[in-house]
């Protein structure tokens, strides 16, 4: 069994996973300009064991303008995603800063994944 999720955090607030353009534009204002977390969550079970991982990585977005706002809610590329955007799509040219796992902003951090299914193998 495998099973993960992440979520998007500025400060102490959790951001929904967006579901209206309402909810996109206020998580998109919230990230503008500032830096925030992204938390994946990875389960590995085998055998009746199971092995957990919590990845966090840091981005920080450019201050947005508008338009480009505007622009990405009409892409339709933030339904369902974690604080209202997808890094592997054009939320990408808002990234000013990323450290730590890229693949784990994307939604499945890759490199813990592996080692937890190596290590129930």
């Known amino acids: 069994m495998l099973a993960a999720d992440s979520v998007v955090a500025v400060g102490r607030r959790i951001l929904p ?23 994946g969550g990875v389960a590995v079970g085998s055998a009746g064991k199971v092995r957990t991982r919590l990845v966090e990585t840091a981005v920080r977005f450019k201050r947005l ?6 622009a990405y809610v009409r892409s339709g590329e933030w339904q369902g995603k974690a604080g209202g ?7 990408a040219s808002f990234v000013a800063f990323l450290s730590g796992s890229y693949s784990n902003v994307v939604g ?4 813990e994944t592996l080692a937890l299914l190596r290590a129930v193998r």
């Open 85 to 91: 955007y997808a890094i592997q799509g054009r939320a």
């Open 108 to 111: 499945l951090p890759l490199f």
């Open 65 to 70: 303008e508008r338009a480009e706002v505007d």
């Open 17 to 39: 996973k967006a579901e209206t353009e309402a909810e996109a534009r206020a998580c998109l204002a919230l990230l503008s300009g500032r830096r925030h977390k992204v938390l």
